[in-house]
């Protein structure tokens, strides 16, 4: 079966800090991958995705990037953290009919 | 331009009632229907899907039906129950994408 794993659960960071979330899946190959962001009651903004290693599409023009160095790893990184980045960042991947599996996510606060 | 919109931020249910969650879409071409949900500070999870050539799936508590004339689908869950309160997700996937597109979701509040 498949997992995904996402680290770490929980960060507070500064802000003009830099910032990276590491997301890996298990059992399944060539996934498509992808980072979301659920602000304070908000819905699900997707971020970043990517549909093979190297390949990163954009969603939103942010001080954001994205890397997928290998198969079944989706990095989620900043520069510089502003306050505006604190939130809940969720990792998912699909395979087929755009069913996509979530990680149990991590909590970002920016202070 | 938003192309699935849950317009209910909030719906509050009695125990053993039935729960009835909406979901409308502007983008015919759509070819899947998906409801997540999710529960505080953890990943949303699949709950049911439905394909645009069918009008209603069912998964026990859980019964999705479509209606592609009004664009419009909607989450029955009956009986509810308690541990239904989460935020649901209707989302949307159009054949050749590679991403969904998400509705901005629905608390629903299942009281004892």
């Known amino acids: 079966s498949q997992t995904i794993h996402q680290w770490p659960a929980t960060l507070v960071q500064p802000v003009g800090s830099p910032l990276s979330l590491e997301c890996t899946v298990e059992?399944?190959?060539?996934?498509?991958l992808y980072w979301y962001r659920q602000a304070a009651g908000r819905g699900l903004q997707l971020l970043f995705y990517?549909?093979?290693?190297?390949?990163i599409s954009s969603e939103v023009p942010q001080n954001l990037s994205a890397s997928r160095p290998q198969d079944r790893q989706f990095i989620l990184s900043s520069k510089k953290l502003l306050l505006s980045d604190s939130g809940f960042y969720l990792c998912?991947?699909?395979?087929?009919?755009?069913?996509?599996?979530f990680g149990p996510g991590t909590r970002l606060t920016v202070t | 331009d938003q192309q699935v919109k849950q317009n209910s931020p909030s719906l509050s249910v009695q125990e053993g009632r039935i729960s009835i969650l909406n979901c409308d879409y502007t983008?015919?071409?759509?070819?899947?229907f998906l409801w997540y949900k999710k529960y505080p500070a953890e990943g949303p999870t699949f709950l049911i899907s439905?394909?645009?050539?069918?009008d209603k799936n069912e998964d026990g508590r859980f019964t999705v039906f479509l209606n592609k004339s009004a664009k419009h689908l909607s989450l029955h869950i009956v009986p509810s129950q308690p541990g239904d309160s989460a935020v649901y997700f209707c989302?949307?996937?159009?054949?050749?994408?590679?991403?969904?597109?998400f509705g901005k979701g629905t608390k629903l509040t299942v009281n004892p």
């Open positions: 059992g399944t190959s060539n996934p498509n």
């Open positions: 439905i394909s645009s050539i069918k």
């Open positions: 989302a949307a996937w159009k054949g050749g994408s590679e991403k969904l597109v």
């Open positions: 998912a991947w699909s395979r087929l009919a755009g069913v996509e599996s």
């Open positions: 990517s549909v093979g290693i190297g390949q």
């Open positions: 983008n015919s071409m759509f070819d899947y």
